[in-house]
Every structure is written in structure tokens, then in C-alpha cells.
């Protein structure tokens, strides 16, 4: 007989009587607030009241438009405790994108921040938001906002901890999340109940992301990016303490943080953390409470993790999408490759990694055939498993999707150990001669030089070999042709000349998505023109693979 339901209330439920008086602290401007556990509970109550007193009921769904902090913590239980959905809005979106996903998921109710209620009143449009009832707003009084709006403090007011909860299972709503839209338009993924308690549990063991009642977790993946990747839910389940850094961060925020809270486990992209590096060559700093770094979106270069195995940090990179709710993979070390030589644990930390326990997963050619797990042969990603989506919450691309296996759009190589190696999104991969060219490879090593900071390779339409890779860096050079030479010579040794990008354009920045990644698209978009002339080695003769 199966046991019982499999849903998210346990978890606080459970924690909040165990470890009553372990912290939540949260980082608001210039101040920190910190409260507990029991406390915690006791507001997530008072909030689900209020919200089925205004009419949110099972099926619902509840926007939010809000940083990583602890009155949002509250959101992510109280909202789909009710068996209502949390459908985490990302502000950071062009306003038609807001509006689109906001209609589109019908949010009966938004909670807002202050500083973001202009970002609300730039996408409000009387159709898209037709739906939306009431704004509950965070931080300050209710601004004028073109909604009936209360502030969360009056919005709770009124309202006791005392709520009977309707009975819930695991197929029965939790979340929803829009994709970043990298490659096209956002895509809903609807969340259950049992796909959120599947990821919180796997996540939670070694092979995930080792989360413990000892850990002091600080997210800095933004709540509204797939649910800070199942952070504040693993937190809360194992009894750990929870540290948010509230809006816009910087690394000394984030440094002062993990001094004064102990914080052993933190995660966010690469780009935060090379940021933390730069401000720690200036700065002292106490990180020997920080035990490991997770980094995802985009692979770490071998130089981040090597920096911060010199302050004894392991930065442990894992590999996921919305559609994985988010995380599917983690490089984490074997156990006859603990004593390998540094190259060699290192080559493999920078790999998404091993595929999680619960997962299945198959790698195929354009035929459909596997491919051989011999670290070259290239092929479509795709997983299956109790807390992947089988369909978008809008019926959009159903091509993505085979019976019950999700096509990753990554290409990836799998290796003799089991590592899947991210050879690049399929959008993204540039076919030069008939040849794949892997632009996140190129991006990596590029970024290996200690001037670069940030780097993004993409295709660019070439007369005779259809692409060729342009690169577009940020980086600390006095002399931009000297690095040039530099890197096409560090490429050519790791590379086929071939790869070798034809241009390098130095930018002051790059562009980048809502959720933080390079946009290719715009950067795409900088070329108007056709490349043509001689490439130093021609690529061979041969087939896509």
C-alpha cells in the first residue's frame, strides 16, 4: 500500500517543532532581522488565514514579485499549504513578459515588494492582470498602485495561527515557474505537491546537496528563479539555519553575511562568486564557516574552483532547468577520485556531474540512437523522473517532450565515470564546416585567464563555413591585443585551431538575461554583417554529430 501523501507541509511543520528556536535571518537595506523557526510557523499560518479569508482557495494561484528574503520564505509555504500554487514571478522580465505570465497563469493575488511596485505599475495592463484581485505589499505602506492594495503587516493583521488545512496530495498544486525565455518565450512548469517533496528529498542526501540541521544556508539565487533551487525548502526540512541577502547584494554583503551568520552552504552563479573573489584580493575576510559553494547556470571556470579550494571552500557545481525543478546533476567526487592529482579532480568539479539518485536519463544522436559514454560522443540530454515535468502549464512545445522523457535541448558528452559534460545548448551550439563548435567549452577556457571576468561565445553567420565563433568579453586589459593573442594561443593548445574564435570584441559589459545568463540573442543581435576570409585550420570534412 503507498504511504501517505507526499507534500511540503511536513517539512515546516516538523522542523518548527524540533528546532524551535533555530534562525531565520534575513538582510532588509541597511538592517538584519532574525526570528525562529517557531515563529516562522506561526506566520506562515497567519499568512495562509489571510490569504483563504481573501478568497484564495485549492487550485488558486498566488504571484509573487518579490528578492530573497523572509517574508517571501513565509509565501513558499503558506501558499501551497492551502494547496494553492505559488507562482514565483520574476521581476527582472521585460514588462510584456510580466504581463504575459501573469495572464496567462491567472494569479488570483500578487504580494510585492515596495521596491519593486514601479515594476508592477510599468507592466500593468487592465487585461493582463484582469485576474489579480488584491496586491499585498512588502517593505512599506501600500503605494498607489492601480489594484486594491494593503501592506502585509495589515493584510495579517486579525489573523491567528489557528487554521484546519485541507487535506492535500501529492498530485494536488504547489508551484509554478516561467523559464528564463534563453531561447524563446517563457515556458510555464507547473509544480505538484510530490515533484517539490521528491527534489527537497533528493537534494537533501550526499549525492545532492548535503543539507543538514548543522548547515546555515544562504540562497543567493533569487527566490523567483525555480525556487532558489529548492533552497528553502531543503533548509527547512532538514532544520538548518536560513540566511537571506535580501535585494541586490554585493560581495561585501555577501562576505559580512557569511562572517557573522557561520554560513556553511551558499549557492548562486558563477558571476557572484568571481565577484566575491575580486573583493577578496582587496579585503580580509573570515570564510572559515563556509564549507561549499554551489554554482549553477553556467559551468565554473577550473580558475573559480581552484581559488576557493585555496580558502578550503569546495565549489560543488550541479546542472538543472525549470523543467527539473531545477536540479538534475551534481559533480560531486567519487570515491577512487578523491586521492586522483588536482588536474584530474578538478576537470571533473567542473563537469555538471552525476545524475541523481531517482533520475533516469539517455543520451542520443539525431537518430535516436545512445551514444557511447566515452567523454566525445555528443548527443540530446534526456531525463526522466518524479520531479520532471511532462508537459508545459500552457501546452506550449510539446515536442520537447517523448511520452515521459523531457528533451534537455543540451547537448552533452557523458564520460567512462558517468559525468555528463554540458557541451552546449542546442540553440547555441555553433556548426562551423559541418562541425559542432562548443560555445560554453570556448567560454570556459576563456575565462580561465585570470583578466577575463566574464565571457560569451557565439555564432555569427560566415560566407563559407555557415558560422564562425565571435567572442565578447569583460575583461582587465591594458592591452586588448595582447590578451587577444593570448587567449587564440591558450585555445590552440587546448582546441582545434578551428575553434579558435575570429574575432574578440572587449565590452564594458555583457548582456544578460532575467535570471542572470549571458544573452546570446542580444549579443547575436550585435552583428549585422556576414564574416568572411580564411580560417587558420579548416575544419573537417564530416557530418553534424
Known amino acids: 500500500m503507498p504511504g501517505h501523501a507526499q507534500t511540503l507541509r511536513p517539512f515546516l511543520s516538523r522542523t518548527a517543532r524540533l528546532y524551535p528556536d533555530r534562525e531565520l535571518v534575513a538582510r532588509r537595506g541597511d538592517s538584519t532581522v532574525r526570528y525562529t523557526y517557531a515563529t516562522y510557523a506561526d506566520r506562515v499560518d497567519r499568512l495562509a488565514s489571510a490569504l483563504r479569508a481573501a478568497g484564495i482557495d485549492r487550485g488558486d494561484r498566488v504571484g509573487t514579485l518579490c528578492w530573497n528574503h523572509d517574508r517571501h520564505a513565509e509565501a513558499y509555504f503558506a501558499v501551497p499549504n492551502l494547496g494553492a500554487q505559488l507562482h514565483t514571478v520574476n521581476p527582472l522580465l521585460p514588462a510584456e513578459d510580466i504581463q504575459r505570465v501573469v495572464s496567462a497563469a491567472g494569479d488570483r493575488l500578487l504580494i510585492v515588494d515596495a521596491s519593486l511596485a514601479e515594476?508592477?505599475?510599468?507592466?500593468?495592463?487592465?487585461?493582463?492582470?484582469?485576474?489579480?484581485?488584491?496586491?499585498?505589499?512588502?517593505?512599506?505602506?501600500?503605494?498607489?498602485?492601480?489594484?486594491?492594495?494593503?501592506?502585509?503587516?495589515?493584510?495579517?493583521?486579525?489573523?491567528?495561527?489557528?487554521?484546519?488545512?485541507?487535506?492535500?496530495?501529492g498530485d494536488d498544486p504547489a508551484g509554478l515557474c516561467y523559464s528564463s525565455g534563453t531561447t524563446g518565450d517563457p515556458k510555464g512548469v507547473a509544480y505538484s505537491q510530490r515533484m517539490l517533496w521528491s527534489h527537497t528529498m533528493a537534494i537533501q542526501t550526499p549525492m545532492g546537496l548535503d543539507i543538514a540541521d548543522a548547515d546555515v544556508v544562504?540562497?543567493?539565487?533569487?527566490?523567483?528563479?525555480?525556487?532558489?533551487?529548492?533552497?528553502?525548502?531543503?533548509?527547512?526540512?532538514?532544520?538548518?539555519?536560513?540566511?537571506?541577502?535580501?535585494?541586490?547584494?554585493?560581495?561585501?554583503?555577501?562576505?559580512?553575511?557569511?562572517?557573522?551568520?557561520?554560513?556553511?552552504?551558499t549557492a548562486g552563479v558563477p558571476t557572484v562568486w568571481l565577484g566575491v573573489l575580486d573583493y577578496l584580493q582587496d579585503h580580509d575576510a573570515d570564510l572559515s564557516s563556509l564549507e561549499r559553494i554551489v554554482v549553477g547556470g553556467a559551468a565554473p571556470p577550473t580558475r573559480l574552483i581552484r581559488a576557493y579550494d585555496e580558502y578550503g571552500v569546495e565549489v560543488v557545481h550541479g546542472w538543472g532547468m525549470t523543467e527539473t525543478a531545477p536540479v538534475g546533476a551534481v559533480s560531486h567526487l567519487k570515491p577512487d577520485l578523491r586521492d586522483a592529482d588536482a588536474e584530474t579532480r578538478v576537470a571533473k568539479q567542473a563537469k555538471q556531474g552525476l545524475i541523481l539518485p531517482g533520475l533516469e536519463f539517455r543520451v542520443v544522436d539525431d537518430d535516436g540512437d545512445t551514444v557511447p559514454h566515452d567523454g566525445e560522443s555528443m548527443g540530446e540530454l534526456l531525463v526522466r523522473g518524479p520531479w520532471v515535468t511532462t508537459e508545459y502549464y500552457d501546452g506550449a512545445d510539446?515536442?520537447?517532450?517523448?511520452?515521459?522523457?523531457?528533451?534537455?535541448?543540451?547537448?552533452?558528452?557523458?564520460?567512462?565515470?558517468?559525468?555528463?559534460?554540458?557541451?552546449?545548448?542546442?540553440?547555441?551550439?555553433?556548426?562551423?564546416?559541418?562541425?559542432?563548435?562548443?560555445?560554453?567549452?570556448?567560454?570556459?577556457?576563456?575565462?580561465?585567464?585570470?583578466?577575463?571576468?566574464?565571457?560569451?561565445?557565439?555564432?555569427?553567420?560566415?560566407?563559407?563555413?555557415?558560422?564562425?565563433?565571435?567572442?565578447?568579453?569583460?575583461?582587465?586589459?591594458?592591452?586588448?591585443?595582447?590578451?587577444r593573442d593570448d587567449l587564440c594561443a591558450r585555445l590552440s593548445d587546448r582546441y582545434p585551431d578551428w575553434w579558435v574564435p575570429d574575432r574578440f570584441e572587449f565590452l564594458g559589459s555583457l548582456p544578460k538575461t532575467a535570471t542572470g545568463k549571458f544573452d546570446k540573442v542580444g549579443l547575436r543581435g550585435r552583428s549585422d554583417e556576414t564574416l568572411s576570409g580564411p580560417v587558420d585550420a579548416d575544419p573537417p570534412d564530416g557530418d553534424v554529430r
Open 119 to 169: 515594476t508592477l505599475v510599468d507592466a500593468y495592463d487592465p487585461d493582463a492582470f484582469e485576474s489579480v484581485d488584491r496586491v499585498v505589499v512588502v517593505g512599506a505602506d501600500a503605494p498607489n498602485l492601480p489594484f486594491a492594495s494593503v501592506s502585509i503587516e495589515d493584510f495579517l493583521a486579525g489573523h491567528d495561527a489557528a487554521i484546519d488545512y485541507p487535506d492535500l496530495a
Open 218 to 265: 544562504m540562497p543567493v539565487v533569487p527566490m523567483f528563479h525555480i525556487n532558489a533551487w529548492g533552497l528553502p525548502y531543503a533548509a527547512t526540512a532538514a532544520g538548518a539555519k536560513h540566511v537571506y541577502p535580501g535585494p541586490s547584494p554585493d560581495p561585501e554583503d555577501l562576505v559580512t553575511l557569511v562572517e557573522e551568520e557561520g554560513v556553511t552552504l
Open 398 to 483: 510539446p515536442d520537447a517532450f517523448e511520452g515521459s522523457w523531457l528533451r534537455t535541448g543540451d547537448v552533452v558528452t557523458i564520460d567512462a565515470d558517468g559525468y555528463v559534460e554540458l557541451v552546449d545548448r542546442a540553440a547555441d551550439v555553433i556548426n562551423s564546416g559541418g562541425e559542432w563548435i562548443s560555445s560554453q567549452a570556448l567560454e570556459t577556457a576563456i575565462m580561465d585567464h585570470d583578466a577575463v571576468r566574464e565571457a560569451a561565445v557565439v555564432g555569427i553567420p560566415h560566407e563559407r563555413w555557415g558560422e564562425r565563433p565571435v567572442a565578447y568579453l569583460v575583461a582587465d586589459a591594458t592591452d586588448p591585443e595582447a590578451l
